[in-house]
Every structure is written in structure tokens, then in C-alpha cells.
């Protein structure tokens, strides 16, 4: 069983920056990608930005050059640096990890999510 949270949400106002959390933790042998979503109220849930072990970050044309992903492969866990943020990036941010359990055994593990709020 995996565990995944998230942590560091909250209300900002425009223009302002927040830091995401994510901690995978349990039975993983390794983790092949990592990623933030995002879901607003009355909307689909989106990708905000994804991260590869070793790849290139992907990020939502939205959040280009606003939003960093960063992953730390150690503690397996990742980062959204979020800054001049705007009121269109409320939503519930969730973090999604792509684990394997062994050689042949994958998983994906959503985290809870966690509110973001920008007020103008």
C-alpha cells in the first residue's frame, strides 16, 4: 500500500506564492513519474505540471514560467513552487504518483488534495 499527501496549501492573495507538498510513502520500489492536477469548481480536473525520474518537467501552457515542479528522488517526493498567482489558479491541487512495486507490478496513487485559494 502507498500513501501520498499533499500539504502547503492555502489563500493568497494575487500575485503572491505558495509552496506544494507531496510525500509518497509505503511499498515502492520505485516511482516513474510524478504530477500536480488540479480541479476547479464546476470544471475537469487538468494537469498543472508532471515530472519524469531524470525527464523534463511538462507544464500546463497556463503556468509557464509561474510554476516550478521540482522532484526529490530520495525522500520521493515533490514541490510546486507557485508564484504571481493569479485567481484562475484556485482550485483543489492534487498529487499523482506513477509507482512501481517491483519489475513487472505498477500502480497510480492519487494524494487527497489540498485547497488553494487567490483572491484579487
Known amino acids: 500500500q502507498v500513501q501520498v499527501v499533499e500539504s502547503g496549501g492555502g489563500l493568497v492573495q494575487a500575485g503572491g506564492s505558495l509552496r506544494l507538498s507531496c510525500a509518497a510513502s509505503g511499498s515502492i520500489f520505485g516511482i516513474n513519474a510524478m504530477g500536480w492536477y488540479r480541479q476547479a469548481p464546476g470544471k475537469q480536473r487538468e494537469l498543472v505540471a508532471t515530472?519524469?525520474?531524470?525527464?523534463?518537467?511538462n507544464y500546463a501552457d497556463s503556468v509557464k514560467g509561474r510554476f516550478t515542479i521540482i522532484r526529490d528522488n530520495a525522500k520521493n517526493t515533490m514541490y510546486l513552487e507557485m508564484n504571481n498567482l493569479k485567481p484562475e489558479d484556485t482550485a483543489v491541487y492534487y498529487c499523482?504518483?506513477?509507482?512501481?512495486?517491483?519489475?513487472?507490478?505498477?500502480?497510480?496513487?492519487w494524494g487527497q488534495g489540498t485547497q488553494v485559494t487567490v483572491s484579487s
Open positions: 499523482n504518483v506513477d509507482v512501481r512495486h517491483s519489475t513487472f507490478s505498477r500502480a497510480i496513487y
Open positions: 515530472i519524469v525520474s531524470g525527464g523534463t518537467p
